[in-house]
């Protein structure tokens, strides 16, 4: 279960939360322009645009979570269990590039400049389902891709692969993005401002409380209240265009939707916590995080690296609590 937004000062930010109750081991990788990606259907791409994100390393292939280019268009793919359907390699479209699932991201990032870029691409594309290996089977997943003007949901689904317009720049797991997006009429009477009585005029009601007004707004943890409470707060946000204060806000955002170990069980004994927390200057390379036992903001510049190099840079994340003693 995962959250992902976008936010926009005078820089556009892209980021995301990841909820499991376990970590593949992931890392902060870079991937410069001149690593050599081996696509299993498109062969292998010598040169590209360098990209930042989230990651699990496998046999020197960056599985990435999301990531963002050099030309500020961010990706992040969530869980969308039960609705996803890729197709089969030997029976998709003639004419199209088949593209695996753990592949779509660097697919992407590698080659498109905006998000009208990327709708050309996926429209001769095939989404299809062959794993990067037997012990890591092709994930179910939906994806959000955005840049400053823009932001869509792409989904593969029994019925094909869709594009969705995405107004709120927001997206989480299940239901189906069309589905979320229509519930947010059941919330269409929340405001950030104290509500006026409405009840009745035979009844002298007021607020006793500040954020009466927001009344309603959900606050479990499943994946149709985060994307209202997220979509709620993002478009309500209000911050300062400098750096600090637009990262600060972002990560207050998704921390709308945190999750603390021990209110969502999968299993016996075992809870989904949100692992990290990112938060993408895609204006200016930068990726920030922090982590569910580190809640110091860490950061890495993409124009700090080689980008002309031919190596991956990985950065394992730094997991344990940072405090600043004042005394």
Excluded at 149 to 154: C, L, S, Y
Aim: aromatic share 12%; with cysteine; charged share 20%.
């Amino acid at each position: 279960m995962c959250t992902a937004a976008t936010y926009k000062t005078k820089d556009f930010y892209f980021g995301r939360t990841l909820d499991y109750e376990f970590s593949y081991g992931d890392e902060v990788t870079v991937t410069p322009r001149n690593y050599k990606i081996l696509f299993r259907y498109m062969g292998e791409m010598e040169s590209h645009y360098a990209m930042i994100g989230m990651a699990y390393v496998a046999g020197d292939y960056p599985l990435y979570y999301d990531a963002v280019n050099e030309k500020g268009v961010g990706m992040a793919g969530l869980n969308f269990v039960g609705n996803a359907v890729y197709q089969e390699a030997d029976e998709a479209e003639e004419g199209k590039e088949n593209v695996c699932q753990y592949e779509l991201i660097p697919w992407v990032l590698s080659q498109c400049a905006s998000v009208r870029e990327v709708r050309e691409l996926l429209s001769r594309m095939n989404l299809v389902g062959t794993p990067f290996s037997e012990q890591l089977p092709a994930a179910q997943l939906h994806w959000i891709i955005a840049d400053e003007k823009e932001t869509i949901t792409v989904e593969s689904m029994k019925d094909g692969l869709k594009v969705h317009e995405n107004p709120v720049g927001v997206l989480t797991n299940n239901p189906p993005f069309e589905q979320q997006m229509f519930q947010l009429n059941n919330y269409m009477h929340l405001s950030p401002r104290q509500p006026e009585n409405h009840f009745s005029e035979k009844l002298n009601l007021t607020a006793y409380s500040r954020g009466m007004g927001a009344m309603g707004l959900p606050g479990d943890l499943s994946s149709a209240s985060r994307f209202a409470k997220v979509a709620f707060t993002k478009m309500n946000a209000k911050s300062g265009d400098s750096e600090l204060e637009s990262v600060s806000q972002f990560f207050h955002i998704l921390g709308s939707v945190d999750q603390q170990r021990g209110c969502c069980e999968v299993a016996d004994g075992k809870y989904e916590i949100t692992l990290y927390t990112s938060c993408c200057n895609a204006s200016k390379g930068i990726y920030y995080y922090t982590t569910y036992e580190n809640h110091q903001i860490t950061a890495v510049d993409l124009y700090r690296e080689e980008l002309d190099g031919t190596k991956l840079s990985r950065y394992p994340l730094i997991t344990g609590e940072q405090i600043r003693w004042q005394n």
